[in-house]
């Protein structure tokens, strides 16, 4: 490290508009705790490659669906990668910020998730139903997401999209870790209103199903959102896992459990910075 108080480059879209969310207001919020024991800047995530070489780390967080700078992003972890800087969360997920190619992976390996598939010729190992969702590999925050009818399924461009019946699961629910540690759930439980989010107790096989794909993902630092449904029949089935850069409600925590979070997230960003 270069100086006595880790630097930390925040990186943050502070004007991005998403649906349900106020990014600014948790980047600003966060940020702030973490100036506590870092000297932190937050910058765009357009800025991010020019200026990332000043500070000891990069801490991606709301910075938006990295779709909309898809070449400016990839040129930003070559560089990374190239120039030793440390990236928080590091570049080396398998989930989300590797694209959605791993919900069919999972799918095929018996993994509890929504069933999934990327080629005409396996639309067998889906159940029927009466509408599929069809999903950009790439995609992000629904964009490019579409519902359609069986008989349209065989004219879809496979290869870059996923498909998967549509579930009319009684709500959705979201567990938030910093490295592999369980940190709090909220849950949405009108599926219409994704981001009307109340606070969830989970029980012991809620956490058990979370643990398993954050173990699977072998990110040692950083935080994930393992988010689920709950299907007609009671069982929970991953939606996705976001290891890039989650959203994390902690507007609507408790205060003692948001400060938990900062204090976790706090020692995380020591450890991975060295000490």
Known sequence: MTAARPSILYVTDLGYEAKGRRYCD???RLSGCLREDFDIALCHPLDAARLMGSFDAVVVRNSGPVLHY?????AFRTLARQSGTRLYNPPTGRADMAGKQYLVELSAAGFPVIPTVDHGEDLGRLPRADEYVVKPKLGADSIGMEFVGRDRLGELGYGDVLVQPRIQFRYEVSFYFVDRDFQYALYAPR?????????YEPGPGDLEFAQRFVDWNTLDHGIQRVDACRAPDGELLLVELEDLNPYLSLDLVAEGVRAAFVARMKASLRDFLGG
């Open 191 to 199: 599926p219409e209103r994704r981001w009307e989010l109340e606070r």
């Open 70 to 74: 898809q070449r400016e992003y990839d």
């Open 26 to 28: 948790e980047d600003i």
